[in-house]
């Protein structure tokens, strides 16, 4: 029997998701749940633990009242009961601001996946996972391969979220190097070495192309000695080199840590990028297809038009939601488009970014001085 939920440690990949997509319960019910976990929306660690309670709580009611086995009522109740267990310990991780968990306790299945984005309470309890809004959050950022080489060894990771996972690690011995006094037998001992590192780097290319086959990163770093590096990438197929987004002059021996830490300041300069050329594709774009500010903004969600939406991040700004129609306002009043009560929110952007996901649009947040010309939210819109 199952007898904990641990966070999933490393990064989410095409494999995991087809291995939760595959798996299929006959006449049973899996469970998959996702939970607002985002300290900013409730506050503090403690207002985390709350709402996942409560969440879990509603969740059990339901379980009560379906027409089910009673093992399968215990099983399901039990299960929410270690789910509530690990949204306990990990409230307040670094980064986490959504979870998305799913659990078969019968078929030894259990996946809890921290996310960087905020998600709206939700479950399912169906024959099969339900992974949409899993992918309407993935489908936020872009996966990395990381690709660090050396003249005989190499290490392949994938790099997604801020994390990093090492998914393959390659060794060629290499011809010993031995001074040779005859100096034709040097020569011809240089150029076996010389076959031998093209070989080396070539295998190492093709074990990049067969990783990216598998798991389709969207941009490639390589990493590697200064006088090795561009040997190296003369070997990468040209899809690969296309993707090529930065060159690290780094030891293949270089900690997963490090590794790790310097990923993230390299994704993170990435969507600086996405998001400034995004601004920039805004401001190219037909008037119609341009949102500016909040009202502009909150009508274009309403009426399901956001494509990008760039978001100054922590503004903290109060607002007003439709309690009918979910239309979003800055002020309060009946609500301008249905007429409906207003619901107070303490933090209305956040809101507007929670309700882009679900319209399975995209979001980058910008902290940059020229979206204060729009108060800080503007976005580009689908027609
Ligand atoms: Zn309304």
């Given at each position: 029997?199952?007898?904990?939920?641990?966070?999933?440690?490393?990064?989410?990949?095409?494999?995991?998701?087809?291995?939760?997509e595959?798996?299929?319960?006959?006449?049973?019910?899996?469970?998959?749940?996702?939970?607002?976990?985002d300290?900013?929306?409730?506050?503090?660690?403690?207002?985390?633990?709350?709402?996942?309670?409560?969440?879990?709580?509603?969740?059990?009611?339901?379980?009560?009242?379906?027409?089910?086995?009673n093992?399968?009522?215990?099983?399901?109740?039990?299960?929410?009961?270690?789910?509530?267990?690990?949204?306990?310990?990990?409230?307040?991780?670094?980064?986490?601001?959504?979870?998305?968990?799913?659990?078969?306790?019968?078929?030894?299945?259990?996946?809890?996946?921290?996310?960087p984005?905020?998600?709206?309470?939700?479950?399912f309890?169906?024959?099969?996972?339900?992974?949409?809004?899993l992918?309407?959050?993935?489908?936020?950022?872009?996966?990395?391969?990381?690709?660090?080489?050396?003249?005989?060894?190499?290490?392949?990771?994938?790099?997604?979220?801020?994390?990093?996972?090492?998914?393959?690690?390659?060794?060629?011995?290499?011809p010993?190097?031995?001074?040779?006094?005859?100096?034709?037998?040097?020569?011809?001992?240089?150029?076996?070495?010389?076959?031998?590192?093209?070989?080396?780097?070539?295998?190492?290319?093709?074990?990049?192309?067969?990783?990216?086959?598998?798991?389709?990163?969207?941009?490639?770093?390589?990493?590697g000695?200064?006088?090795?590096?561009?040997?190296?990438?003369?070997?990468?197929?040209?899809?690969?080199?296309d993707?090529?987004?930065?060159?690290?002059?780094?030891?293949?021996?270089?900690?997963?840590?490090?590794?790790?830490?310097?990923?993230?300041?390299?994704?993170?300069?990435?969507?600086?990028q996405?998001?400034?050329?995004?601004?920039?594709?805004?401001n190219?774009?037909?008037?119609?297809?341009?949102?500016?500010?909040?009202?502009?903004?909150?009508?274009?969600?309403?009426?399901?038009?956001?494509?990008?939406?760039?978001?100054?991040?922590?503004?903290?700004y109060?607002?007003?939601?439709?309690?009918?129609?979910?239309?979003?306002?800055?002020?309060?009043?009946?609500?301008?488009?249905?007429?409906?009560?207003?619901?107070?929110?303490?933090?209305?952007?956040?809101?507007?970014?929670?309700?882009?996901?679900?319209?399975?649009?995209?979001?980058?947040?910008?902290?940059h001085?020229?979206?204060?010309?729009?108060?800080?939210?503007?976005a580009?819109?689908?027609?």
């Amino acid at each position: 029997m199952l007898q904990r939920i641990e966070l999933y440690p490393g990064v989410l990949t095409q494999r995991a998701l087809r291995q939760l997509e595959a798996l299929h319960r006959s006449q049973e019910r899996v469970l998959s749940v996702y939970l607002d976990v985002d300290p900013q929306r409730w506050g503090d660690i403690e207002g985390v633990r709350i709402a996942a309670k409560n969440a879990l709580n509603q969740l059990r009611e339901h379980i009560r009242t379906l027409a089910i086995s009673n093992g399968e009522r215990q099983r399901l109740l039990r299960e929410t009961e270690l789910l509530q267990e690990l949204a306990y310990l990990s409230a307040g991780r670094r980064g986490m601001r959504g979870l998305a968990s799913f659990i078969a306790s019968q078929a030894e299945v259990a996946f809890a996946f921290p996310l960087p984005w905020p998600l709206r309470h939700q479950y399912f309890l169906e024959e099969r996972f339900v992974l949409w809004p899993l992918r309407q959050a993935l489908d936020q950022s872009d996966l990395f391969g990381i690709v660090l080489v050396d003249k005989d060894e190499a290490k392949l990771f994938l790099g997604y979220l801020g994390e990093v996972e090492e998914v393959s690690y390659l060794f060629d011995e290499v011809p010993p190097k031995i001074r040779i006094p005859d100096a034709f037998g040097e020569l011809q001992f240089r150029r076996k070495q010389v076959e031998h590192f093209h070989h080396h780097f070539d295998w190492v290319a093709y074990c990049a192309l067969r990783l990216w086959e598998q798991e389709p990163f969207r941009h490639l770093i390589i990493g590697g000695l200064r006088e090795v590096l561009p040997q190296f990438e003369w070997h990468l197929h040209r899809y690969l080199k296309d993707l090529i987004v930065a060159r690290w002059e780094i030891s293949v021996h270089t900690p997963q840590m490090e590794v790790r830490e310097r990923f993230e300041q390299e994704e993170s300069r990435l969507l600086q990028q996405q998001a400034a050329r995004l601004w920039q594709q805004l401001n190219e774009a037909p008037p119609a297809q341009q949102a500016r500010g909040p009202e502009q903004v909150f009508r274009a969600l309403w009426q399901r038009r956001i494509w990008h939406l760039l978001v100054k991040p922590k503004t903290h700004y109060h607002g007003h939601i439709c309690s009918q129609c979910g239309r979003l306002h800055l002020s309060g009043g009946p609500c301008i488009e249905c007429g409906g009560t207003m619901t107070h929110l303490s933090d209305v952007y956040e809101e507007a970014v929670r309700e882009t996901l679900a319209q399975s649009a995209h979001v980058r947040y910008w902290d940059h001085p020229a979206l204060d010309e729009c108060d800080g939210i503007a976005a580009l819109l689908r027609y």
